[in-house]
């Protein structure tokens, strides 16, 4: 069976004022949608491809911006795996495909469920 997930999102930020070495500082919203298409192999091992895009968030400091808006595309995989009807955990890495700031990073991630 195949999954496709979206999960538009949007992220708004109050102001700061009092920031370090600043009198104000502000952040316009950051614009985010995420994706999984996944893949179950067995009724309890699936694996899928992630894809993150990532526009906005630029802040602004005592009225001047900071030209530091986000421009960013990741990707990454994942697999996990039901050990019971209460136990599962999944693994995943993912890294920046895109970007317009020299983003440099990646990720890996593990986690274990426990449903009670």
């Known amino acids: 069976m195949n999954w496709l997930e979206i999960h538009p999102n949007v ?18 919203a950051l614009y985010v949608i995420e994706s999984h298409l996944t893949h179950n192999f067995t009724p309890d091992f699936w694996a899928g491809i992630d894809l ?11 009225g001047l911006k900071d030209d530091n808006k986000l421009k960013r595309l990741g990707g990454g ?14 693994v995943s890495y993912g890294d920046v495909i895109t970007e317009s700031d ?7 991630r593990a986690r274990l469920i426990w449903v009670f």
Request: glycine share 10%; proline share 2%; hydrophobic share 25%.
């Open 102 to 108: 020299n983003s440099k990073m990646n990720m890996w």
């Open 77 to 90: 995989i994942s697999a996990g795996y039901s050990f019971s009807s209460a136990w599962s955990g999944f």
């Open 52 to 62: 993150r895009y990532q526009y906005g968030g630029e802040t602004t400091t005592d």
């Open 11 to 28: 992220y708004f930020f109050g102001d700061n004022d009092k920031p370090f070495r600043a009198n104000s500082r502000s952040q316009s």
